[in-house]
C-alpha cells in the first residue's frame, strides 16, 4: 500500500529507477521535455491527466503503478476473480484547482476502465485553461454521472449542457472537453474513463500535474521584492 505522504511524482522517479532509465530516455519515450519530467518526480509541477497516459504507454506500465505503490501486484488471470473495496474517503486523491479527483481500485493493474469521483471546481474555461493550457483530450470513451449540485459540460465539438443530479453523459474523450462548476456548494460526478483498445496503459494525467503545481510553495513576498529592488540598486550606483 501507498504511504498517504507519498506523491505520484514519487511513484514516477520509483518505476523509472526500477526499469533503469534517465530523464533523457523517458523523454524520448513520451515525447516530454526533460526539464518537465524533472518537475513533475520533484513535485513542482501538476501532473495531468493527458501526461499520465503519456508516461503510462512510454514506460510500459499501468497507470496505477503511476498513482499508487503497486510493485509486486499481479495482474488479474484469464476470468478474473479480483476484488478491492473502497470505503467512504478511500481512494487515492489527486488534487488540482480545477478538480478534485478520488481514483478509486488504484492498487489494481492492468483494468479495463478507470473509475474515480470528481469534485468540480473551475467556473469558466478561462480558469480551466490557465490550468492546463486547453481543453483535456485522451483516447477512449468516458461516462461521468453528476451526483452534486450541477456541471456544465463544454466540448470542442457540441455546444455546452448543463447537467443536474441524476444526469449523465457518455462521450469520445478524443474530442477536447472540460467540466465546469455550475452552482454554488459542491459539484460532483462520477466518471469511468476506459480506452477503446482495452488496454489501461495509457489512463491518466493533466490532473496529477495539477495536483503537485498546486502544491508547490509560491516564492516569499520578500524575494519577489528583493528581485524587482536590485535593478534600481545598480541603476542608483550608476
Same mark, same amino acid.
Given at each position: 500500500?501507498?504511504?498517504?505522504?507519498?506523491?505520484?511524482?514519487?511513484?514516477?522517479?520509483?518505476?523509472?529507477?526500477?526499469?533503469?532509465?534517465?530523464?533523457?530516455?523517458?523523454?524520448?519515450?513520451?515525447?516530454?521535455?526533460?526539464?518537465?519530467?524533472?518537475?513533475?518526480?520533484?513535485?513542482?509541477?501538476?501532473?495531468?491527466?493527458?501526461?499520465?497516459?503519456?508516461?503510462?504507454?512510454?514506460?510500459?506500465?499501468?497507470?496505477?503503478?503511476?498513482?499508487?505503490?503497486?510493485?509486486?501486484?499481479?495482474?488479474?488471470?484469464?476470468?478474473?476473480?479480483?476484488?478491492?473495496?473502497?470505503?467512504?474517503?478511500?481512494?487515492?486523491?489527486?488534487?488540482?484547482?480545477?478538480?478534485?479527483?478520488?481514483?478509486?481500485?488504484?492498487?489494481?493493474? $492492468?483494468?479495463?476502465?478507470?473509475?474515480?469521483?470528481?469534485?468540480?471546481?473551475?467556473?469558466?474555461?478561462?480558469?480551466?485553461?490557465?490550468?492546463?493550457?486547453?481543453?483535456?483530450?485522451?483516447?477512449?470513451?468516458?461516462?461521468?454521472?453528476?451526483?452534486?449540485?450541477?456541471?456544465?459540460?463544454?466540448?470542442?465539438?457540441?455546444?455546452?449542457?448543463?447537467?443536474?443530479?441524476?444526469?449523465?453523459?457518455?462521450?469520445?474523450?478524443?474530442?477536447?472537453?472540460?467540466?465546469?462548476?455550475?452552482?454554488?456548494?459542491?459539484?460532483?460526478?462520477?466518471?469511468?474513463?476506459?480506452?477503446? $483498445?482495452?488496454? $489501461?496503459?495509457?489512463?491518466?494525467?493533466?490532473?496529477?500535474?495539477?495536483?503537485?503545481?498546486?502544491?508547490?510553495?509560491?516564492?516569499?513576498?520578500?524575494?519577489?521584492?528583493?528581485?524587482?529592488?536590485?535593478?534600481?540598486?545598480?541603476?542608483?550606483?550608476?
Amino acid at each position: 500500500m501507498a504511504s498517504p505522504t507519498t506523491s505520484p511524482g514519487d511513484h514516477i522517479r520509483s518505476v523509472r529507477k526500477r526499469l533503469g532509465l534517465t530523464l533523457a530516455q523517458v523523454g524520448e519515450r513520451t515525447g516530454l521535455a526533460v526539464s518537465t519530467l524533472s518537475k513533475l518526480e520533484k513535485g513542482n509541477v501538476s501532473l495531468s491527466y493527458d501526461k499520465l497516459m503519456l508516461l503510462s504507454k512510454g514506460l510500459g506500465v499501468d497507470m496505477a503503478e503511476l498513482l499508487h505503490d503497486t510493485q509486486g501486484a499481479r495482474p488479474a488471470a484469464s476470468g478474473g476473480g479480483r476484488r478491492v473495496v473502497h470505503r467512504a474517503g478511500d481512494g487515492q486523491v489527486v488534487d488540482t484547482q480545477s478538480y478534485k479527483q478520488t481514483y478509486l481500485a488504484s492498487e489494481l493493474l $492492468n483494468k479495463r476502465f478507470t473509475p474515480l469521483i470528481a469534485e468540480v471546481r473551475a467556473r469558466t474555461l478561462e480558469e480551466f485553461k490557465a490550468e492546463f493550457g486547453d481543453l483535456i483530450r485522451h483516447p477512449g470513451e468516458e461516462f461521468a454521472y453528476v451526483i452534486d449540485g450541477e456541471v456544465a459540460f463544454h466540448s470542442e465539438l457540441y455546444a455546452p449542457v448543463i447537467l443536474k443530479v441524476g444526469d449523465s453523459i457518455f462521450f469520445d474523450s478524443e474530442m477536447g472537453h472540460a467540466y465546469l462548476k455550475a452552482a454554488e456548494g459542491t459539484c460532483r460526478l462520477v466518471a469511468t474513463c476506459a480506452p477503446r $483498445n482495452g488496454h $489501461n496503459d495509457q489512463m491518466t494525467q493533466h490532473f496529477v500535474e495539477a495536483s503537485q503545481r498546486l502544491a508547490a510553495p509560491a516564492p516569499p513576498a520578500a524575494a519577489k521584492a528583493a528581485r524587482t529592488a536590485r535593478p534600481k540598486a545598480k541603476a542608483t550606483r550608476r
